[in-house]
């Protein structure tokens, strides 16, 4: 077993034990996050859905669909990524985490981004873009620009729940993961 799997082992029952907020009272299962352990690209939700919540995974039901249709249209290695969220409960009726609920969850995103190590991270929504970068602005203004979290490229972009509800803009996600995956196929030089 590598190194990053065994990290990442540790840090998920840490997060299956953890009952730092309200979030873990309505859960079915945490969802930590799927994937080669030591992916060069994560891709980083806010929040588990209520499908997420059932099957202990991110980015599954027609979302994950929708992630997995826009990864193959952007040729992205999916063997190559990880997928994750912020906070690993799902908010009730799938709001958006409140700010501490987010902060309770912090230092599992920091740990599980530290063991992958990856060379690219790509946001998916407002609240996982703002976890990475100091700017707290709308996502209009946060996509399209590239910024570094410790020394990682982050490429922060719509949620693939949004492009299910605006698809005009499924060829700007595409574009972006295009983007990232570039700089992924770059490392490898």
């Known amino acids: 077993m590598n190194r990053a799997k065994k990290k990442l082992r ?9 009952t730092a907020c ?11 996050g799927r994937g080669r352990s030591n992916a060069d690209l994560v891709i980083l939700g806010e929040a588990p859905s209520t499908q997420d919540d059932v099957q202990g995974k991110p ?16 040729d992205v290695d ?22 501490d609920e987010v902060l309770n969850c912090r230092h ?3 740990k599980q981004i530290a063991a992958i190590s990856p060379v690219v991270i790509v946001t998916t929504g407002r609240v996982a873009s703002q ?30 729940a949004y492009v299910l509800r605006a698809p005009d803009k499924r060829e700007l996600v595409v574009k972006d993961l295009k983007q990232a995956w570039r700089r992924v196929e770059r490392s490898y030089e």
Do not use: W
């Open 131 to 160: 976890q990475l970068n100091e700017n707290f602005g709308s996502l209009g203004a946060l996509r399209g620009q590239r910024f570094a979290y410790r020394g990682i490229d982050v490429y922060p972009t719509y949620h693939p």
């Open 59 to 74: 980015f599954v039901g027609r979302v994950g669909q929708e992630l997995e249709h826009l990864m193959r249209l952007a």
């Open 10 to 18: 540790t840090l998920n029952a840490s997060v299956r034990a953890c």
């Open 108 to 110: 599992f995103l920091v």
């Open 78 to 99: 999916r063997e190559n990524v990880y997928l994750m969220n912020v906070v690993k409960c799902r908010p009730p009726s799938n709001r958006t985490p409140t700010a």
């Open 22 to 32: 309200e979030l873990h009272e309505s859960r079915t299962y945490t969802v930590f």
